[in-house]
């Protein structure tokens, strides 16, 4: 059933596809997913203070705004990531913009935090009945200097911090301008720590502690993986995740696509991934939450984070091609 309404929707330019299948799932979401559920094995576990269903996530950029919340709980994924979403509505970088390689079990996209603003998320989330794990991924406007960022993030986080179950810092987006910069030594720690101080704020105002965690990109050195590890590590930020799109092609010479400026997602990111979560695993320690995403396309990848140093995994691209099949796939292996 997947195989056939994944056919026909990749007759469709791709953006155009996403967003018929995403308004299906908000408009109806029990009658669009009914066809495709698979049961998605038990498996909780406990991390950062939350409790999971199970250890495979939905990754964040699917569901910009929060719109498809009760479609992702009808396929039981074991929490759901939405955003990035921005301070103000930005319509993002102009189309095309996102481009598939089926070959390859791969996507390009090139779609620079193209959200409707967190206002709008935020009603959203409020007018749902989701009761799962939910992190919401946080990020800044696209004309906003890299020295006025953390504005940006402060904003958003102040705003998401009730609504969210954890909240996720993208410093990593290859497709909106310098932020990777973010990442490195000169930034990263001035902006964990004013999160950190604001997050004290908020959890002394709220009376709960919210998670933040910081999703990182899969182009860093290892001495920028150096730098990385320690500032979470002694800033009191709960966790990282790894990794964001890649700006690499691996595996993709001769591709006409592989020309198209933007992240790569999907299979051909596995093995890069993997590496930068291994090494990130050894730098933080056994105890410090790892999330893990970038390739997962069957049960083995995911059972390949884990083995790599992630304590839950989110899949993308490979959801696109496998479908709600991947979920019960990597549910079932994770749980062996």
């Not at 269903?53 to 929490?79: I, S, T």
């Not at 794990?133 to 406007?141: D, F, R």
């Not at 954890?166 to 990777?180: D, G, M």
């Not at 009191?236 to 198209?260: K, W």
């Amino acid at each position: 059933m997947y195989a056939l309404a994944r056919n026909l929707l990749f007759t469709l330019d791709a953006e155009r596809a996403h967003e018929l299948t995403l308004a299906m799932f908000r408009k109806m979401p029990n009658l669009a997913t009914a066809p495709f559920r698979q049961p998605v094995p038990a498996d909780p576990v406990r991390l950062m203070g939350l409790d999971f269903a199970n250890r495979v996530g939905l990754a964040a950029g699917l569901d910009k705004n929060a719109e498809c919340l009760a479609a992702w709980q009808a396929l039981e994924f074991g929490f759901v990531e939405v955003g990035t979403v921005t301070p103000r509505p930005q319509p993002g970088n102009p189309r095309p913009r996102m481009f598939r390689l089926p070959q390859h079990q791969a996507i390009i996209n090139r779609l620079g935090f193209n959200n409707k603003g967190v206002d709008y998320l935020l009603a959203r989330v409020a007018e749902s009945d989701f009761s799962g794990v939910l992190g919401i991924n946080i990020g800044k406007n696209f004309d906003t200097p890299n020295e006025r960022a953390a504005d940006d993030y402060l904003h958003c986080l102040r705003k998401v911090y009730t609504a969210a179950s954890y909240i996720t810092v993208n410093i990593s987006s290859p497709n909106t301008k310098n932020l990777r910069e973010l990442q490195g030594a000169a930034h990263l720690r001035g902006l964990l720590d004013a999160l950190i101080r604001a997050r004290r704020e908020l959890a002394d105002q709220h009376g709960v502690q919210r998670p933040i965690v910081v999703k990182i990109a899969p182009d860093v050195t290892f001495e920028e993986l150096d730098g990385i590890a320690l500032a979470a590590r002694e800033s009191g930020i709960d966790g990282l995740i790894a990794t964001n799109t890649t700006i690499a092609r691996p595996g993709l010479e001769g591709e006409p696509l592989a020309q198209q400026t933007g992240g790569l997602s999907g299979a051909p990111l596995l093995p890069r991934a993997n590496e930068v979560l291994q090494q990130l695993r050894q730098r933080v320690g056994a105890d410090f939450p790892l999330i893990g995403v970038g390739g997962i396309t069957c049960g083995a990848d995911a059972r390949g984070k884990r083995q790599a140093g992630a304590d839950l995994v989110q899949i993308y691209s490979g959801f696109i091609y496998r479908g709600p099949a991947l979920i019960a796939e990597c549910g079932a292996d994770l749980r062996r």
